[in-house]
């Protein structure tokens, strides 16, 4: 309860502080890695005070001189903050438009150019992640998607949207699986307790996107979803 308690109470201050910093500096137009900065210090000081440990797995796969697309699986909260914490570029995330309507959060989501996809209106959602492909293509960055779209309560792998995908097959990047563990044990879907233990992030080997198109789609859903599935399955790796 006092953990619980106490992450909550960070929770508020970090994202005031934090939030309050990146709407600041969008006003004086600052540009560049601040709003990555922001946002994996924002993470890494959730987990921090969560108590729970990370340990990242596979990060050879990420690169860090071209855009990528990270999808991975979603059974937590605590997932948003594992993933944010260590990707050690600039990303965005690409989520559902009520994000933007949290206070100060909101704001900060918006200025720091993450993606607000309306599921309610296909066409909206479209025009979003083209807007995503431009951004990513014009400033290197990546973009991470929960493709199951919410938040499993079993744990078990919810079938995957499309949109991340065609935002992959358009811009010809490549997409990394991703599988976070252990998150679903701290605090689950409809919990609201919080319980610190381990978590893993592993990165898959990319897939290039390239030798694909709309009428394969479904093809790489299924072959990006197996390999989410063996890296949750997967032992964790013994270090040296």
Known sequence: ?????????????????????????SIFRVRGDFYWWAARSWARWLVWVSGCTVTVEG?????????????????S??????????IPKRF?????????????FGTAWKVAGHISVDRGDRASAVASLAAAGRL????????????????????????FKK????????TGV???PVAILGTRRIL?????????????????????????DESTRDALIERVRGCIEELLEAPPAVSS
């Open 92 to 104: 965005r995330f690409v989520a559902k438009k009520e994000l933007g309507r949290i206070p100060i």
């Open 136 to 159: 990513i293509r014009d400033d290197n960055s990546s973009v991470v998607i929960f493709a199951e779209g919410t938040r499993s309560r079993t744990g078990e792998l919810q079938p």
């Open 174 to 176: 490549e997409i990394v």
């Open 59 to 75: 990060l050879h796969n990420v690169a860090m001189d071209r855009p990528q697309v990270f999808i991975a699986n979603h059974v």
């Open 1 to 25: 309860m006092i953990r619980t308690l106490w992450f909550e109470l960070n929770l508020l201050v970090a994202t005031g502080v934090i939030g309050s910093m990146v709407i600041v500096a």
């Open 163 to 170: 949109g991340g995908f065609m935002l992959a097959l358009h």
């Open 188 to 212: 689950p879907k409809g919990g609201w307790r919080l319980r610190p233990g381990p978590v893993i992030v592993r990165f898959g080997a990319p897939i290039d996107t390239t030798h694909y």
């Open 77 to 86: 909260h605590v997932d948003v903050i594992a993933i944010a914490a260590n």
